[in-house]
């Protein structure tokens, strides 16, 4: 059984939709994320939840939102898709916030 | 100054040699180390964590921490062609979280 797992694993939208990602573990971990990393590989934390609670935001455009309905899941959902958007999403889950983390396979965001 | 500086690399290095990759980081809070392998087009998947100074061991991989000089090393012996991936450095401080962009590592058989 897959320990995190991301649907869809693909994403190929227009400028302006509106989408949503959505993550699950099994893990029973207690805080999940959502990083994106960009064509220059750099993997960048936009999002953390512990607990069902919002405890990071980074500096990210409002047109996301995170949602977390239980401590299982942890979706994204995004507003008028921009070019820049365009990236793979990762979510990830930890047992504590300072532990290693386990990641989803990704959500590959092209955006036309 | 970057939260994190990595050489991006390539390394080449030949089957059965020492790896040595190293890692730098700014925050002087950071508590939790770890090192990510990522293949191309794949996940990260977690390969050591340190949270002491000094050395760790873990089969072929051994990871190195020197707080008061803010360095972070990792150690692959015995390299393989399967160890060809990018690996990536992630300083943790509570809720702060850096990740490098990562050396790329070649292991030519």
């Known amino acids: 059984d897959t320990a995190v797992s991301q649907t869809p694993k693909y994403l190929v939208t227009q400028m302006g939709n509106d989408k949503s990602i959505k993550c699950e573990q099994n893990?029973?971990?207690?805080?999940m994320y959502w990083y994106k990393q960009d064509s220059k590989k750099f993997l960048k934390i936009m999002f953390s939840?512990?607990?069902?609670?919002?405890?990071i935001n980074e500096t990210v455009p409002n047109r996301f939102s995170p949602k977390s309905p239980d401590k299982a899941h942890l979706n994204l959902h995004i507003n008028s898709l921009e070019l820049g958007d365009s990236a793979v999403y990762f979510c990830a889950s930890s047992q504590g916030q300072n532990q290693p983390q386990h990641f989803g396979d990704g959500t590959r965001l092209s955006i036309l | 100054q970057k939260e994190v500086e990595q050489n991006s690399g390539p390394l080449s290095v030949p089957e059965g040699a020492i790896a040595s990759l190293n890692c730098t980081y700014s925050?002087?809070?950071?508590?939790?180390f770890f090192w990510y392998r990522q293949y191309s087009g794949k996940s990260p998947e977690l390969i050591m964590f340190i949270y002491s100074n000094g050395d760790k061991e873990d089969g072929r991989f051994t990871a190195q921490l020197n707080k008061a000089s803010q360095y972070v090393s990792l150690l692959i012996r015995d390299s393989q062609p399967s160890d060809s991936a990018t690996y990536l450095c992630a300083p943790h401080n509570f809720n702060k979280f850096y990740f490098g962009s990562g050396t790329k590592l070649n292991v030519k058989p």
């Open positions: 893990l029973g971990h207690d805080t």
């Open positions: 939840y512990n607990n069902k609670e919002l405890i």
């Open positions: 925050d002087r809070g950071s508590q939790s």
